[in-house]
């Protein structure tokens, strides 16, 4: 399922960078091919015969001596006898009588006749009328665009005039930028890709991490569910054995029976506030300016007796007049795990501690007992967790107590942690006092 979720998480993460690297790509590429067009365009407006449609056969000049080349039946040069390419560097103008004769030849470099012949039958599939029509064209000496427009001479006589220059710089520049785009856009995704990747498994961790936590709780709360359940089922098999029998004389079993329903209540209470808590807790309850000192006040009266029978020596501090901003009933039950958390794991004829001051603009609540042992202070408030000695029946509890008292931390804004002092286990809780 979570493997699931994050291939979505990654694929749409994937498509939308995608979308926007192949964009702006796209975007440089076009404008490149723009520029390259342009650039065709002012070379092409650079012509030997250079008047276009208002040029006049009879207004030509002679440019041979200025622009060395061939008119039509000269004999080619030295190099295109031997067959070896000359390099397109310049432009080439040619005048055409109506039928795409060559009347006249203009350019620095010598070409054969069907080169010339080609581009002609390219250029006058289309028909020109007085705007000049431009295209490109592929030939065996390489790429070329041209621009043909046509006019008429003294005569009435239709004439075109046909302008090319090379492409191959501009074209061959483009296909290094298409291919280095290309390569940069496929790295660009592998390294986003990667990116991706790795905030898509942090992202799902926490997920997965409150997904197993609530997989544990279930699975513990059954558990712990399922023990007083079988107790009280056997306790009913016994009494329904003894029919004959007075509730007097099965009043042990019935003890029994209300023992472990008593259990089933308490554990059901803890399940419901920690429900409670993570059901938006914050929401569900109405902080208030309360009296800190009041509420722990209440908590050490009603203990006291219990921790006289225990025996257990108890040193209490609790400054007057400690304003928090939360809830009394929550912080009274906080005081009470805490306390009764001490009472339970301190050592025989052992000591607990409990203070409460103001300091640094929080009010800080100090539990502490004797102990001997070791402390995992790692795991002390995951729910259902108990040391060995928390599990046995006489200890009761069922993991949940600290577990609520840390939730309850957080409704107040506060901070809860375990440390151990030499020899004394000390929680201790930071609230910010109210203002």
Same mark, same amino acid.
């Given at each position: 399922?979570?493997?699931?979720?994050?291939?979505?998480?990654?694929?749409? !993460?994937?498509?939308?960078?995608?979308?926007?690297?192949?964009?702006a790509?796209?975007?440089?590429?076009?404008?490149?091919?723009?520029?390259?067009?342009?650039?065709?365009?002012?070379?092409?407006?650079? !012509?030997?015969?250079? &008047?276009?449609?208002? /040029?006049?056969?009879?207004?030509?000049?002679?440019?041979?001596?200025?622009?060395?080349?061939?008119a039509?039946?000269?004999?080619?040069?030295?190099?295109?006898?031997?067959?070896?390419?000359?390099?397109?560097?310049?432009?080439?103008?040619l005048?055409?009588?109506?039928? #795409?004769?060559?009347?006249?030849?203009r350019?620095?470099?010598?070409?054969?006749?069907?080169f010339?012949?080609?581009?002609?039958?390219?250029?006058?599939?289309?028909?020109?009328?007085?705007?000049?029509?431009?295209?490109m064209?592929?030939? +065996?000496?390489?790429?070329? $665009?041209?621009? *043909?427009?046509? @006019?008429?001479?003294?005569?009435?006589?239709?004439?075109?005039y046909?302008?090319?220059?090379?492409?191959?710089?501009?074209?061959?520049?483009?296909?290094?930028?298409?291919?280095?785009?290309? *390569?940069?856009l496929?790295? %660009?995704?592998?390294?986003? /890709?990667?990116?991706?990747?790795?905030f898509?498994n942090?992202?799902i961790?926490?997920?997965?991490? &409150?997904?197993?936590?609530?997989n544990?709780?279930?699975a513990? %709360?059954?558990?712990?569910? $399922?023990?007083?359940?079988?107790?009280?089922?056997? !306790?009913?098999d016994?009494?329904?054995?003894?029919?004959?029998?007075?509730?007097?004389?099965e009043k042990?079993?019935?003890?029994? *029976? $209300?023992?472990?329903?008593?259990?089933?209540?308490?554990?059901?209470?803890?399940?419901?506030?920690l429900?409670?808590?993570? %059901?938006g #807790?914050?929401?569900?309850?109405?902080?208030?300016?309360?009296?800190?000192?009041?509420?722990?006040?209440?908590?050490?009266?009603?203990?006291?007796?219990? *921790?006289?029978?225990? !025996?257990?020596?108890?040193?209490?501090?609790?400054?007057?007049?400690?304003?928090?901003? =939360?809830?009394?009933?929550?912080?009274?039950?906080?005081?009470?795990?805490?306390?009764?958390?001490?009472?339970?794991?301190?050592?025989?004829?052992?000591?607990?501690?409990?203070?409460?001051?103001?300091?640094?603009g929080?009010?800080?609540?100090?539990?502490?007992?004797?102990?001997?042992?070791?402390?995992?202070?790692? $795991?002390?408030f +995951?729910?259902?967790?108990?040391?060995?000695r928390?599990?046995s029946r006489?200890?009761?509890?069922? =993991?949940?107590?600290?577990?609520? %008292?840390?939730?309850?931390?957080?409704?107040?804004? #506060?901070?809860?942690?375990?440390?151990?002092?030499?020899?004394?286990?000390?929680?201790?809780?930071?609230?910010? @006092?109210? +203002?």
């Amino acid at each position: 399922m979570f493997k699931k979720l994050r291939n979505k998480f990654l694929a749409l !993460n994937m498509t939308l960078i995608s979308v926007l690297l192949i964009t702006a790509f796209g975007m440089v590429l076009a404008f490149s091919v723009r520029n390259a067009e342009r650039e065709l365009d002012s070379r092409l407006q650079m !012509n030997v015969f250079g &008047a276009g449609d208002d /040029f006049r056969l009879g207004d030509m000049p002679d440019m041979r001596n200025r622009h060395p080349g061939r008119a039509v039946g000269e004999p080619q040069d030295d190099a295109q006898a031997r067959g070896e390419r000359p390099e397109p560097i310049e432009n080439v103008s040619l005048r055409l009588d109506k039928d #795409g004769n060559i009347l006249e030849v203009r350019s620095r470099i010598e070409y054969e006749d069907e080169f010339y012949k080609s581009v002609i039958s390219e250029a006058l599939t289309e028909e020109a009328g007085t705007a000049p029509v431009s295209r490109m064209i592929k030939t +065996d000496s390489g790429y070329y $665009k041209y621009r *043909i427009s046509a @006019a008429e001479n003294d005569l009435g006589e239709r004439i075109y005039y046909l302008n090319m220059t090379s492409a191959d710089a501009q074209i061959k520049m483009l296909e290094n930028l298409a291919l280095t785009l290309f *390569i940069v856009l496929v790295a %660009a995704l592998a390294l986003v /890709f990667l990116i991706c990747l790795f905030f898509a498994n942090r992202a799902i961790r926490p997920i997965q991490e &409150a997904w197993d936590k609530q997989n544990r709780f279930i699975a513990d %709360a059954s558990h712990e569910l $399922k023990t007083p359940l079988a107790a009280i089922n056997t !306790n009913i098999d016994v009494l329904l054995a003894h029919g004959g029998s007075t509730i007097n004389q099965e009043k042990k079993w019935l003890g029994y *029976i $209300k023992d472990e329903s008593s259990r089933m209540a308490e554990l059901t209470g803890e399940l419901l506030s920690l429900a409670r808590l993570d %059901a938006g #807790g914050a929401e569900n309850v109405i902080l208030a300016e309360v009296s800190f000192s009041r509420a722990v006040e209440s908590v050490i009266l009603a203990n006291e007796a219990v *921790i006289f029978e225990k !025996n257990l020596k108890f040193t209490e501090s609790v400054e007057e007049g400690i304003m928090v901003r =939360g809830d009394e009933s929550g912080l009274k039950q906080l005081t009470l795990i805490l306390l009764d958390n001490a009472m339970k794991y301190v050592s025989e004829q052992g000591e607990i501690r409990l203070e409460l001051r103001a300091e640094n603009g929080k009010a800080r609540l100090s539990v502490s007992n004797s102990f001997s042992g070791e402390l995992e202070t790692d $795991k002390v408030f +995951d729910r259902f967790y108990r040391s060995d000695r928390s599990r046995s029946r006489s200890s009761g509890g069922y =993991g949940l107590g600290l577990a609520i %008292a840390k939730s309850i931390t957080d409704l107040h804004g #506060g901070t809860i942690k375990l440390k151990n002092r030499g020899g004394m286990a000390e929680f201790i809780v930071e609230i910010p @006092a109210a +203002d």
